[in-house]
């Protein structure tokens, strides 16, 4: 079974960066896309940003030009770099991958981001 493994969260002052990322624990075939969301208490989880298998690259209203998403489908990897946190960005943030090939999604435990001084 693959899992989603996520990694680099933690606390961080307003202002600040964290660099977030995910790995497959085998690899997947057939990536369409690949994506960060996030939950904060009392809210419904959200999409952060997404990244396509040919590259395209989408983004929340609420982080374009602070956060940018990268990945290697060939290695089913997917990162976030989070420049410019706020403290509303503080949430658990899950990894997510869809499969065309398995025809199903997966998603990381998730991992919590606190921006706070």
């Known amino acids: 079974q693959v899992q989603l493994v996520e990694s680099g969260g933690g606390l961080v002052q307003p202002g600040g960066s964290l660099r977030l990322s995910c790995a497959a624990s085998?690899?997947?075939?057939?990536?369409?896309?690949m994506a960060w969301h996030r939950q904060a208490p009392g809210k419904q989880r959200e999409l952060v940003a997404q990244i396509g298998g040919d590259g395209s690259t989408n983004y929340a209203d609420s982080v374009k030009g602070r956060f940018a998403i990268s990945g290697d489908t060939s290695k089913s990897t997917v990162n976030l770099q989070m420049n410019s946190l706020k403290p509303e960005d503080t949430a658990v943030y899950y990894c997510?991958?869809?499969?065309?090939?398995?025809?199903?999604?997966?998603w990381g435990q998730g991992t919590q981001v606190t921006v706070s001084s």
């Open positions: 997510y991958v869809y499969s065309w090939h398995a025809r199903r999604d997966y």
């Open positions: 085998k690899s997947i075939v057939g990536i369409h896309v």
